[in-house]
């Protein structure tokens, strides 16, 4: 069993359609992280939510971290072909800064 | 932030073989880690390369089949021994800022074992 699990694991949108990525685990998060990682690169961090309740925007991608800090979300508004990714989120082991990895969500955005 | 290169960035080896990775990073660091991730996965934390100790393995990882050497704050290596197609992923290696707690990844290797 995942202590991250994300949906959908797969989503192809058209360019200028909203969509959003879900990450969720039975375990109350201290801080989550999200990264996108494009093909032959490695992932590359987003955004770090650490409070209940929390939202925070990055251009067309907004970030929630739920009350009760088990879930979080991201949403692309007008998705670009350029959101084109993996996209994961990640929890940060406070002892060393190891971090553990969601399934990752595969977006696919067509021109 | 942190500038890390990867060599190779691709191989194809034969199955019994062993391959090693390297990981330069532009600036000393403390923390280093090593990933896999396997062909359309997520990633998953091999060890944790201490520099002037052993590495820390995570569960299911042992140091026979992935040595990994950490000679100083800028480099380590990672071995993948004696290979089998299941070892076919893609390894990155990822440092932490201290400073400001964000982790930075190389852009990876991507090994297929035959």
């Known amino acids: 069993t995942q202590l991250l699990e994300q949906s959908p694991q797969f989503l192809s949108i058209q360019e200028g359609e909203n969509l959003t990525v879900y990450c969720n685990s039975s375990?109350?998060?201290?801080?989550l992280q999200w990264y996108r990682q494009e093909p032959g690169e490695g992932p590359v961090l987003l955004v770090t939510?650490?409070?209940?309740?929390e939202v925070k925007k990055l251009k067309r991608l907004t970030f929630q971290f739920g009350d009760a800090r088990k879930d979080s979300s991201l949403h692309i508004t007008a998705a670009q072909p350029g959101d084109t990714g993996l996209y994961l989120c990640?929890?940060?082991?406070?002892?060393?800064?190891?971090?553990?990895f969601g399934g990752g969500t595969r977006v696919l955005v067509k021109p | 932030s942190a500038v890390i290169s990867q060599k190779p960035s691709r191989d194809i080896c034969q199955r019994g073989t062993s391959l090693t990775i390297q990981c330069q990073v532009d600036?000393?660091?403390?923390?280093m880690f090593w990933y896999r991730q396997q062909p359309g996965q997520s990633l998953t934390l091999i060890a944790t390369?201490?520099?002037?100790?052993?590495?820390?393995?995570e569960s299911g990882f042992v140091i026979d089949k992935f040595p990994i050497s950490r000679p100083n704050l800028t480099f380590s290596t990672l071995t993948v021994s004696n290979m089998s197609p299941e070892d076919s992923s893609i390894y990155l290696c990822?440092?932490?800022?201290?400073?400001?707690?964000?982790?930075?990844f190389g852009p990876g290797t991507r090994l297929t074992v035959l």
């Open positions: 990822s440092v932490t800022d201290g400073r400001t707690d964000t982790q930075y």
């Open positions: 375990s109350v998060f201290s801080s």
């Open positions: 939510v650490v409070t209940g309740g």
């Open positions: 990640a929890l940060i082991k406070a002892a060393g800064n190891k971090l553990t």
């Open positions: 600036s000393q660091v403390t923390m």
């Open positions: 390369a201490n520099q002037g100790s052993e590495a820390t393995y």
